[in-house]
C-alpha cells in the first residue's frame, strides 16, 4: 500500500509542534467551516435506546431524502439506486470491488486524489494515468489520449469533478466526450463528485447523472464530509441506475453490514441544510482562493492554476523534490516560530517521477492564516536549497 502523501509528514509535524513550533496546516482538506447546526443537534436529541445496525444499503428514509436532494440538482434517481457507505472513500472501493477484477484497469487523469492509488491497491487492479498538465489549467486531456489506452482489460475511467487536487472543474461538452467514449468502449465512467458543491465563478457542476443515456455506464461517488464539513461522520454514497452494479455493490455493503447509524441521522438532517449557508460558505472558499492564488502568483519562479472548483490547488515550486521541500519545512524552518504543512504533490500522480516540483495546497484556513501560510513558503524559498 502506498502512504498517503497528505498525512505522511504528520510524525514531522508532531515533532515540530512538541518543540513550539505553530504550524498552519495546508496539507489535508479538512475544513475550518462550522458543521450545520442541525445536523450537530440532530445526534444529540434523537431518541434511540438502542444503536442497532441499519440496513446494509443504509436506511430507507434517509436513502429517499439523498434522492430527493439530488432531483433538486436535476439528477433523476431514486433510492434504490443508492447505497449509503461509510464515506467516499468506501463508496469508491465497492465501486472498484464491483465492476473490476484483479489486474483490470482504470484510467484516471492525473494528478488525482491521492487515495485512488491505495484504493486500486487494495483492490488489485492497476491504474492507467493519462495527464493533464499545469500549463494547461488540468483540463481534460484529448480524447484520442484516452483511447490510445484502452486494452482489454480496461474497464474505466474515473474522473473527479470538481477535481481534487486540481480544483478543476469539467465542462459538459467533455462530460460529452467522455459519455461517448465509455459508450463506444463499453466501459464504466465513475466520477467523484464529493465537491459538487464547491464551483466558482458563476461556473455550474454537470453530473454524469444528467447525462442521457450513460444510465448502465455512470457510477457516482458522493459524501457529505465536505459537503457540510462533516469528515467524521464518515457518510458518502455509491448512485448508480445500473441494477447489476448496485446489486454487487451490495454484497459489498451486506459483508461489512452496516454505515455508521448516527451518522446517518445526522447526515439526513444536513439536508435540510438552508441554500444560504452554501452561500456563504462558497463565498468564503473564492475569497480564500483568490488571495492565495495572488499571494503564490508574487513569489518568484512558482507557477499555479487557478481552480474552478473544491478548495485545492496544485502549485509548481523551484525545487527538484518537494517531498524534501515539506520536510524541511516542518523540521528546519520557521518565520518567527511558525511554518506550514503541505502535500507534495507525487502522490497525486502515479506515473513516477512526475508532479516532484508541485506541491498541493488545501485553502481550507481563514484568509489572514493563508496570507501568512504563503509569506512563509516564500521566505522558505529564498534559502531552502535542494
Ligand atoms: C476527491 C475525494 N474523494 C473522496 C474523498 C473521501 O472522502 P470521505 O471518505 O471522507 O467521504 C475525498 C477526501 O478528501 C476526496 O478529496
Redesign the pocket.
Same mark, same amino acid.
Given at each position: 500500500m502506498p502512504q498517503s502523501p497528505i498525512r505522511k509528514l504528520v510524525p514531522f509535524a508532531e515533532e515540530a509542534t512538541k518543540n513550539g513550533k505553530t504550524i498552519y496546516y495546508l496539507n489535508i $482538506?479538512q475544513p475550518d467551516i462550522k458543521t450545520p447546526q442541525i445536523a450537530l443537534d440532530a445526534v444529540k436529541v434523537h431518541s434511540l435506546e438502542v444503536l442497532a445496525y441499519t440496513r446494509s444499503e443504509g436506511s430507507e428514509e434517509y436513502r429517499k431524502k439523498i434522492a430527493n436532494y439530488y432531483s433538486n440538482k436535476d439528477i433523476d434517481v431514486n433510492h434504490e439506486d443508492i447505497i449509503v457507505t461509510t %464515506? $467516499?472513500?468506501?463508496a469508491?472501493l465497492f465501486a472498484f470491488g464491483s465492476i473490476m477484477d484483479v489486474d483490470d484497469e482504470i484510467i484516471i487523469p492525473e494528478p488525482f /486524489?491521492a !487515495?485512488y492509488n491505495g484504493f486500486s491497491t487494495s483492490s488489485g487492479i492497476q491504474v492507467v494515468p493519462v495527464i493533464s498538465k499545469i500549463e494547461d489549467n488540468f483540463a481534460l486531456p484529448a480524447i484520442e489520449e484516452f483511447e490510445k489506452l484502452i486494452t482489454p482489460k480496461t474497464k474505466a475511467i474515473l474522473i &473527479?469533478n470538481p477535481g !481534487?487536487p486540481t480544483g478543476y472543474l469539467y465542462s459538459k461538452e467533455e462530460i460529452k466526450k467522455l459519455a461517448a467514449i465509455v459508450k463506444k468502449h463499453d466501459l464504466f465512467l465513475i466520477a467523484?463528485e464529493? /465537491?459538487r458543491e464547491f464551483t466558482y465563478d458563476g461556473n455550474t457542476h454537470y453530473s454524469i447523472m444528467q447525462e442521457e443515456g450513460l444510465e448502465e455506464h455512470a457510477i457516482m461517488?458522493d459524501?457529505v464530509?465536505?459537503r457540510y464539513s462533516m &469528515?467524521g461522520a464518515?457518510i %458518502?454514497c455509491l448512485v448508480s441506475k445500473n441494477k447489476a452494479v448496485i446489486q454487487t455493490a451490495l454484497k459489498f455493503a451486506q459483508a461489512r453490514l452496516s454505515p455508521p447509524t448516527l451518522a446517518q441521522i445526522a447526515s439526513e438532517a444536513a439536508l435540510n441544510t438552508p441554500q444560504s449557508y452554501f452561500d456563504d460558505v462558497i463565498e468564503e472558499y473564492v475569497e480564500r482562493r483568490n488571495i492565495l492564488i495572488e499571494e503564490l502568483q508574487k513569489i518568484e519562479g512558482v507557477q499555479v492554476a487557478t481552480p474552478k472548483g473544491a478548495f485545492y490547488c496544485i502549485a509548481q515550486l523551484p525545487v527538484k523534490n518537494s517531498d524534501a521541500f515539506a520536510q524541511w519545512l516542518l523540521e528546519n524552518f520557521d518565520v518567527d516560530g511558525e511554518t506550514v504543512m503541505v502535500a507534495p504533490a507525487g502522490g497525486f500522480y502515479s506515473t513516477p517521477g512526475v508532479g516532484l516540483n508541485q506541491i498541493r495546497i488545501a485553502y481550507v484556513l481563514k484568509k489572514e492564516s493563508l496570507i501568512k501560510a504563503v509569506h512563509i513558503i516564500k521566505e522558505a524559498l529564498k534559502v531552502y536549497k535542494d
Amino acid at each position: 500500500m502506498p502512504q498517503s502523501p497528505i498525512r505522511k509528514l504528520v510524525p514531522f509535524a508532531e515533532e515540530a509542534t512538541k518543540n513550539g513550533k505553530t504550524i498552519y496546516y495546508l496539507n489535508i $482538506g479538512q475544513p475550518d467551516i462550522k458543521t450545520p447546526q442541525i445536523a450537530l443537534d440532530a445526534v444529540k436529541v434523537h431518541s434511540l435506546e438502542v444503536l442497532a445496525y441499519t440496513r446494509s444499503e443504509g436506511s430507507e428514509e434517509y436513502r429517499k431524502k439523498i434522492a430527493n436532494y439530488y432531483s433538486n440538482k436535476d439528477i433523476d434517481v431514486n433510492h434504490e439506486d443508492i447505497i449509503v457507505t461509510t %464515506g $467516499g472513500s468506501e463508496a469508491l472501493l465497492f465501486a472498484f470491488g464491483s465492476i473490476m477484477d484483479v489486474d483490470d484497469e482504470i484510467i484516471i487523469p492525473e494528478p488525482f /486524489y491521492a !487515495n485512488y492509488n491505495g484504493f486500486s491497491t487494495s483492490s488489485g487492479i492497476q491504474v492507467v494515468p493519462v495527464i493533464s498538465k499545469i500549463e494547461d489549467n488540468f483540463a481534460l486531456p484529448a480524447i484520442e489520449e484516452f483511447e490510445k489506452l484502452i486494452t482489454p482489460k480496461t474497464k474505466a475511467i474515473l474522473i &473527479c469533478n470538481p477535481g !481534487n487536487p486540481t480544483g478543476y472543474l469539467y465542462s459538459k461538452e467533455e462530460i460529452k466526450k467522455l459519455a461517448a467514449i465509455v459508450k463506444k468502449h463499453d466501459l464504466f465512467l465513475i466520477a467523484d463528485e464529493v /465537491y459538487r458543491e464547491f464551483t466558482y465563478d458563476g461556473n455550474t457542476h454537470y453530473s454524469i447523472m444528467q447525462e442521457e443515456g450513460l444510465e448502465e455506464h455512470a457510477i457516482m461517488i458522493d459524501s457529505v464530509s465536505k459537503r457540510y464539513s462533516m &469528515c467524521g461522520a464518515r457518510i %458518502g454514497c455509491l448512485v448508480s441506475k445500473n441494477k447489476a452494479v448496485i446489486q454487487t455493490a451490495l454484497k459489498f455493503a451486506q459483508a461489512r453490514l452496516s454505515p455508521p447509524t448516527l451518522a446517518q441521522i445526522a447526515s439526513e438532517a444536513a439536508l435540510n441544510t438552508p441554500q444560504s449557508y452554501f452561500d456563504d460558505v462558497i463565498e468564503e472558499y473564492v475569497e480564500r482562493r483568490n488571495i492565495l492564488i495572488e499571494e503564490l502568483q508574487k513569489i518568484e519562479g512558482v507557477q499555479v492554476a487557478t481552480p474552478k472548483g473544491a478548495f485545492y490547488c496544485i502549485a509548481q515550486l523551484p525545487v527538484k523534490n518537494s517531498d524534501a521541500f515539506a520536510q524541511w519545512l516542518l523540521e528546519n524552518f520557521d518565520v518567527d516560530g511558525e511554518t506550514v504543512m503541505v502535500a507534495p504533490a507525487g502522490g497525486f500522480y502515479s506515473t513516477p517521477g512526475v508532479g516532484l516540483n508541485q506541491i498541493r495546497i488545501a485553502y481550507v484556513l481563514k484568509k489572514e492564516s493563508l496570507i501568512k501560510a504563503v509569506h512563509i513558503i516564500k521566505e522558505a524559498l529564498k534559502v531552502y536549497k535542494d
